[in-house]
């Protein structure tokens, strides 16, 4: 392997191969066997499932064909594939997807996740730093996923549309996504992103470090991710920083930055909204008070011994998760994921994200090309070269599929470049309309309104 950690094009025979050695096929059938007949195995669904969300949500029809086409060389040996009298139904492969235990499929995630996210040095002193947030995401309004995920209402009552609240957590250096944890954002059993994001650092290996928006920044998060041993770096919202700070010690200041050392505790209200909290619970942190320019300052809590000026350096780098996020719920369209059942939502969602991290894995091959950052690399156009060049081509030897895949990183690495933008430059905040959402399951309209 490369010194830079990068997986060289002659050792892939396509991204399945690049699958298999991440998450070895005998491994995956050890937990359910298949019968010696079986097209579809639990490899093949799930790279099946991972090719639904590379193509942005092909429908079961539409990956079908593509396989039996071009990736026929993926299926086990039997004599339907080898004859080629495979239908073209998707009925078997709709079997499989149900077959598929869920939490098969969340360890194919994870695995393949951190497979990637080896591949690249740690960030800040051999220890990683995982940037978490929460975002939401609109299902199909079936009467299960309303049960589970209810639709927001308004002044007309219940709408619609499902929706389920996601905690994603994205390795800082690789650009890698694991699993994410997914609850009700309304109704009686709704989650917070409090306990979300308790429960996602359950992901994160220990002595990782958490990075997270003022949302985190409270007693109750930072004490269950401190207590699961991870150093966090959060930022605070002026009130509960200045809540924090008072009667501090100043241990630093200068050119307006401040830093404080304290022994955090909480207040009656972290108490009430925290019962678990023990009774001798208490945080030292550090607390970083930098400004921003223009009147704006950043409020930063944070348990490593750090500068203010580094403390702010990364906790920059935490908008990369907001592209991020929009990456996965626009480009590769898990906003418009059509399963109609909770656990197929999952499994979809976390192969979501194999895709997604194949795509970043591919972008960084492509940045070390072009010997830039890997998100000077646009994602979108990234991924339709991967998807045009490497997935969408029919089946072809080794050595074609090696010259075949190394074209393409050199089309990525020389196309796809984002323009060199000004740094300083900064737009308002505006409100966009949604994207129009097909009608067919929605609630008929009265006769007055056809």
């Known amino acids: ?80 594939v080898e004859d080629a009298a495979l239908s073209f139904s998707s009925a078997a492969y709709s079997g499989a997807r149900q077959r598929l235990e869920l939490a098969t499929t969340e360890a194919f995630a994870c695995r393949v996740c951190q497979s990637l996210i080896d591949l690249s040095p740690p960030a800040f002193d051999g220890r990683r730093v995982f940037i978490i947030d929460g975002t939401t995401i609109t299902l199909s309004p079936t009467p299960e996923l309303q049960r589970a995920f209810p639709p927001a209402t308004n002044q007309r009552g219940e709408t619609v549309w499902p929706v389920a609240m996601l905690m994603v957590a994205h390795e800082l250096q690789s650009g890698c996504a694991l699993p994410p944890e997914i609850g009700a954002m309304y109704g009686g059993k709704r989650t917070s992103e409090a306990e979300q994001a308790k429960a996602i650092a359950q992901r994160i290996p220990r002595g990782d470090i958490v990075m997270a928006d003022s949302g985190f920044g ?56 925290h019962p678990e909290l023990p009774a001798d619970a208490a945080l030292d942190v550090f607390l970083h008070e930098v400004p921003l320019g223009k009147g704006d300052t950043l409020y930063l809590v944070t348990t490593l011994p750090i500068k203010s000026e580094t403390a702010a350096e990364y ?5 990369d998760v907001e592209h991020d996020i929009r990456d996965v719920k626009v480009t590769l369209d898990t906003e418009r994921i059509r399963a109609r059942s909770v656990d197929m939502v999952k499994k979809e969602l976390f192969t979501s994200l194999v895709a997604f991290n194949l795509v970043v894995h591919f972008r960084r091959q492509a940045a070390a090309l072009a010997q830039v950052p890997p998100r000077r690399l646009s994602f979108t156009e990234v991924w339709d070269t991967f998807h045009h060049f490497v997935i969408d081509k029919e089946p072809c030897d080794l050595a074609t599929w090696s010259a075949r895949y190394d074209e393409a990183l050199r089309l990525a690495a020389k ?28 609630r008929p309209q009265s006769a007055k309104n056809p």
């Open 218 to 273: 409270i007693f109750g998060v930072v004490h269950a991710l401190v207590q699961g041993g991870h150093p966090i770096l959060f930022r605070m919202t002026k009130s509960r920083f200045k809540s924090v700070a008072r009667g501090a010690t100043l241990i630093e200041d200068w050119e307006g930055r401040r830093t404080y050392q304290t022994r955090w505790t909480p207040s009656p209200k972290d108490r009430a909204s």
């Open 1 to 80: 392997m490369p010194e830079d950690g990068s997986i060289p094009a002659t050792e892939l025979v396509s991204a399945m191969r690049l699958l298999e050695q991440l998450m070895p096929g005998k491994e995956l059938e050890s937990s359910r066997p298949s019968a010696p007949h079986t097209v579809y195995t639990t490899l093949v669904t799930l790279w099946m499932l991972t090719l639904q969300r590379l193509g942005a949500g092909k429908s079961l029809e539409e990956v079908v064909k593509e396989v039996v086409f071009n990736h026929r060389e993926i299926l086990p040996r039997n004599k339907r």
């Open 315 to 319: 906790y920059s780098r935490r908008y």
């Open 415 to 442: 196309y796809c470049k984002l323009p060199n933008r000004p740094q300083k430059r900064n737009y308002p905040r505006k409100a966009h309309p949604r994207r129009p959402k097909s009608t067919k399951f929605a």
